[in-house]
């Protein structure tokens, strides 16, 4: 590193996040690193009234403007329910070929709806066809 030291200015302050180590691949940070911050954990999103508002600023954009607000369109609304059926079904029913259940969540959502805006905006398909290809 350098060997000239940078000083601290009084009112820094340092925030991270990580999700937990619940996926493949992931590891818990080390104690040494772990032990220097606060941790607080946040249960996942599922109330569907809170989720329609995220939908909706990942949608922002190329959500149908009709006056009302954004997360009361019927494509945020339709779109938060499939999500929500989709993590049902993978707890309950859904496996591939090796017994394996998938895992819907928020990142799931997320991707999808970023993947979906970029659909539209980019190669002008529909909405409803964007959300489609961004949730397969």
Do not use: W
């Not at 809170?50 to 945020?76: C, F, K, N, Q, W």
């Not at 859904?94 to 659909?119: C, E, F, I, Q, W």
Request: glycine share 6%; hydrophobic share 40%.
């Amino acid at each position: 590193g350098d060997a000239t030291a940078v000083k601290r200015h009084p009112n820094f302050r340092l925030f991270a996040a990580m999700n937990p180590a619940t996926d493949t691949g992931k590891k818990d940070l080390p104690s040494s690193i772990r032990c220097r911050f606060s941790e607080l954990y946040v249960e996942e999103l599922l109330d569907p009234i809170e989720l329609r508002i995220v939908a909706a600023r990942y949608l922002d954009g190329v959500l149908p403007s009709d006056g009302g607000l954004p997360e009361h369109t019927a494509i945020v609304i339709t779109t938060v329910e499939l999500y929500l059926k989709c993590r049902v079904l993978g707890e309950t029913t859904l496996s591939d070929g090796n017994g394996h259940k998938p895992r819907y969540t928020m990142r799931t959502l997320s991707r999808a709806l970023v993947a979906a805006r970029s659909l539209v905006l980019q190669q002008r398909i529909s909405l409803a066809r964007a959300i489609f290809e961004g949730f397969q």
